[in-house]
């Protein structure tokens, strides 16, 4: 667990679309986000995976220049994960062109937003869920600003967070419960009443990660 404790400690990153895209453009080798769960319970993690994707939605603010990474609640009737902060997404249909096609129809269907409301700047490794869905998180600028339609039967609420936020590691907790015999951890970040936790947060650890081999 050292690389949680040097996470945890890290400074923090202020960045901006071109630095992303070029940091994301020179990934030579996309490489897994490690998920520090599968340390804690590695036989919970012995699963057939399917794929999935996300798609991470950064709107630069015109007024203040301040980039805005867009999360949704989900409804809270739902069998899976109700009430749980995400990015839009989901898993990826045998008739989807690309993974890439997965994260934008998704999109579409959850909040509203068209494909052509995005500049698509380049993509993560994957992570790999307890759930069994590897999940490829697509990053994309949102270059015209679209009024939202929220599908009320997947989403409850959709929240901007301040990339500069996400990108502070002291804003992270790494929380460890006990399930049975099992023990389970996960990153957490606490933001004006949203908790972003499990995989979504787990996914922006991916997103510093990246960022911080390719910006100083």
């Known amino acids: 667990m050292s690389d949680i404790v040097q996470f945890l400690n890290a400074p923090p990153i202020s960045t901006n679309l071109d630095e992303i895209r070029a940091a994301l453009d020179t990934t030579q080798e996309v490489h897994p986000i490690y998920n520090p769960d599968k340390d804690l319970s590695p036989s919970a993690y012995k699963l057939k995976y399917r794929s ?22 989900r409804a809270l009737h739902m069998r899976n994960h109700p009430g749980q902060i ?48 590897c999940i490829k998180p697509i990053i994309a600028e949102m270059t015209r600003f679209s009024e939202m339609s929220l599908c009320e ?10 990339l500069d936020y996400l990108l502070d590691p002291s804003n992270y907790q790494f929380k460890t419960k006990q399930l049975g015999t099992v ?8 933001y004006q009443g949203i908790r972003i936790w499990g995989v979504t947060a787990g996914i922006l650890y991916g997103l510093y990660q990246t960022l911080s081999n390719h910006i100083r």
């Open 86 to 133: 995400s990015f839009p997404g989901g898993k990826h249909d045998p008739d989807d062109a690309s993974i890439q096609y997965t994260a934008l129809r998704e999109t579409l269907e959850e909040v509203g937003l068209a494909p052509d409301c995005f500049d698509l700047i380049g993509e993560l490794g994957e992570y790999c869920t307890i759930s069994g869905y």
């Open 183 to 190: 023990a389970r951890g996960y990153f957490e970040i606490n």
């Open 153 to 162: 039967d997947e989403v409850k609420s959709v929240h901007w967070v301040p």
């Open 52 to 73: 999935a994707a996300v798609l991470i939605p950064i709107w630069r603010s015109p007024e203040d220049d301040q980039l805005n990474v867009l999360v949704t609640k």
